[in-house]
């Protein structure tokens, strides 16, 4: 869910863009971040954990802890509180990541 008037700051949700996550298409809006629009859109795993391969979502939603890292635009390890949307990104969880991948698949 999109939250379009926010009651002390107003309108917030400017243009809409379209993203793109496991190449499914989902509508976002300038200025959300990445992870934020997911979100909206009801994802709320954006990754696995390296050691033990378990669920990741946001955690701080502010660029300290990593727990949003995802690949985006072909580009891993993108902290995903701190990056905005883009019309046509495409953003993948962080399972194509070489470490994560060889956690859960033994590559
Ligand atoms: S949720 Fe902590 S860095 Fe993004």
Do not use: W
């Not at 976002?28 to 859109?41: D, H, I, K, P, T």
């Amino acid at each position: 869910m999109h939250i379009k008037h926010h009651p002390i700051l107003g309108e917030q949700l400017q243009k809409q863009v379209t993203i793109y996550f496991k190449d499914e298409p989902y509508t976002a809006y300038e200025q959300q971040s990445v992870a934020a629009a997911l979100l909206a859109n009801d994802i709320k795993q954006l990754g696995v954990s390296r050691n033990l391969v378990q669920p990741r979502g946001m955690f701080c939603s502010r660029g300290r802890c990593c727990s949003c890292y995802m690949t985006v635009n072909g580009e891993d390890h993108v902290r995903t509180c701190m990056t905005k949307v883009v019309d046509g990104m495409k953003i993948y969880p962080n399972d194509g990541d070489p470490q994560v991948r060889s956690e859960s698949h033994g590559d």
